[in-house]
Structures are given as structure tokens and as C-alpha cells.
T-cell receptor, first 113, second 112 residues
Framework: KQEVTQIPAALSVPEGENLVLNCSFTDSAIYNLQWFRQDPGKGLTSLLL?????REQTSGRLNASLDKSSGRSTLYIAASQPGDSATYLCAVRPTGANSKLTFGKGITLSVRP | ETGVTQSPTHLIKTRGQQVTLRCSSQSGHNTVSWYQQALGQGPQFIFQYYREEENGRGNFPPRFSGLQFPNYSSELNVNALELDDSALYLCASSYMPAYEQYFGPGTRLTVT
């Protein structure tokens, strides 16, 4: 059974800091991995999707990496801003026809002005 | 292009009642997945519908049931509501089952 872990559960940083959010998963047989952002009480916004054959993806100030063999992914946020404050979730999709996403519990990020 | 929409936004029900949540998929998408997100937790997969057929189910009891219509919109029905069913219910659509999922804003269900 796939398990996805995100530690720590919460993080507070000063504005302008570069930071790394970690995600680990137990089963390396994944089709892809996706990072989402969730604002309080809202739905999920997809940030980056990395296919199993890829090592990283970049979008603006965000960079996500994937190391399937070690079961790890990181989301790097450059020059953090107060508007980046939200919960960040990673989710893995298994190989095969059943394409359900397995999520971690998320990391709640607070960027202090 | 219209994104994924869900209705209603909020809902309050009493234990034992039944509820129906609705989801309209993004244009061109034939797959809808439903997730339950309890407070402080990550979303948990309930089930997925692909071309009107169930295409995978998570660890949820049979009182959670669903439908997908010919226009690929979907319903989630929950019977005999329990207090633990209080959660944010998220719907996601995709072009095909294995493709990237796009999420709606969710329906907040409170069971009292």
C-alpha cells in the first residue's frame, strides 16, 4: 500500500527566504507525482507534475524534483513571498489502470512579511 | 474553457440523512474522481468514473455511491450520514483516467 509522508506539518519562514518542502513515498512504482497548493477551505491548484521518467519540472519560482529510487520529491520555492502562504500537498499516481492519487497530509507554509 | 465546478458550496445535514453532491467536469474530460478531505488531512480517494462506469474505488463503505452522466458530469451520494462524514468533498476531472486531474473548489459538508 502506497504511503506518502510530508514532514514537517508546518513551516514558518521570513519573506525572501528560499525553501524546500519534502515529500517521501513508500512504493517507487509510480506513474507520476504532482504538487498542489491549497488555500484554507478551498480546492487544489496544481503546481507541477513530474512524470516518472523525469527528474524535475520548473514553473516560475517553483522547481520540483523526483528521485524514484529513493522515494523522494522536493518542491523548491525561491524568494518566498507572503502570498505563498498556503498548504502544499504532494500526491503520487501509481502505474496501471487505477489512477487514483495518494496524497500526503500537506505542509502548511507561513511566510512572514 | 470552463473549469471543474461543484455544487453546492456548503451543506449542513443531520446524522442519518442522505446527501447528493454534484460535479461538472472540464470541457473535453471524460473521467471524474471524487475525494474526501477531513480537516488537517490529505484528500482520500473515494472512487473514479470513466465513461459512465466505475473505474476504481477506495476504502469507503457502500453507502458512498456515485453516478456519471452522458455529459460526463457526476454525482456523489452518501446515505445514512455519520458525524465522521463531515469533510471537504473534492471532485477532479481528467481527459483520460491516467491523465492529469483538475480539481474543483469542493463542497464543505457538515453533519450534525
Amino acid at each position: 500500500k502506497q504511503e506518502v509522508t510530508q514532514i514537517p506539518a508546518a513551516l514558518s519562514v521570513p519573506e525572501g527566504e528560499n525553501l524546500v518542502l519534502n515529500c517521501s513515498f513508500t512504493d517507487s512504482a509510480i506513474y507520476n507525482l504532482q504538487w498542489f497548493r491549497q488555500d484554507p477551505g478551498k480546492g487544489l491548484t496544481s503546481l507541477l507534475l513530474i512524470q516518472s521518467s523525469q527528474r524535475e519540472q520548473t514553473s516560475g519560482r517553483l522547481n520540483a524534483s523526483l528521485d524514484k529510487s529513493s522515494g523522494r520529491s522536493t518542491l523548491y520555492i525561491a524568494a518566498s513571498q507572503p502570498g505563498d502562504s498556503a498548504t502544499y500537498l504532494c500526491a503520487v499516481r501509481p502505474t496501471g489502470a487505477n489512477s487514483k492519487l495518494t496524497f500526503g497530509k500537506g505542509i502548511t507554509l507561513s511566510v512572514r512579511p | 474553457e470552463t473549469g471543474v465546478t461543484q455544487s453546492p458550496t456548503h451543506l449542513i445535514k443531520t446524522r442519518g440523512q442522505q446527501v447528493t453532491l454534484r460535479c461538472s467536469s472540464q470541457s473535453g474530460h471524460n473521467t471524474v474522481s471524487w475525494y474526501q478531505q477531513a480537516l488537517g488531512q490529505g484528500p482520500q480517494f473515494i472512487f473514479q468514473y470513466y465513461r459512465e462506469e466505475e473505474n476504481g474505488r477506495g476504502n469507503f463503505p457502500p453507502r458512498f455511491s456515485g453516478l456519471q452522466f452522458p455529459n460526463y458530469s457526476s454525482e456523489l451520494n452518501v446515505n445514512a450520514l455519520e458525524l465522521d462524514d463531515s469533510a471537504l468533498y473534492l471532485c477532479a476531472s481528467s481527459y483520460m483516467p491516467a491523465y492529469e486531474q483538475y480539481f474543483g473548489p469542493g463542497t464543505r459538508l457538515t453533519v450534525t
